[in-house]
């Protein structure tokens, strides 16, 4: 299962790594990709996680999440 994120905030690799560490430290994340240029962050999961799991572990980080498909 897959799930993307659309992330603003992001400027720079560390930025991308902040965000891809933040949610794979989500119970039930396998592994996740950030993009700055695409403004997205893609997750995948080993088994159904709440979407507001994966938003609250972005927005810690001080990025906003502004959808999830």
């Known amino acids: 299962m897959e799930k993307v994120l659309h992330v603003d905030g992001m400027m720079c690799e560390h930025c991308e790594a902040r965000v891809k560490k933040a ?6 994340v396998v592994s996740a990709k950030a993009d700055r240029n695409a403004k997205t962050a893609v997750v995948e999961l080993s088994k159904d996680v709440d979407n507001a799991a994966l938003k609250k572990a972005v927005e810690d980080q001080d990025y ?4 999830i498909e």
């Not at 949610?23 to 039930?28: A, K, P, R, T």
């Not at 906003?64 to 959808?67: F, I, K």
């Open 23 to 28: 949610l794979e430290s989500v119970d039930g």
């Open 64 to 67: 906003q999440v502004t959808g």
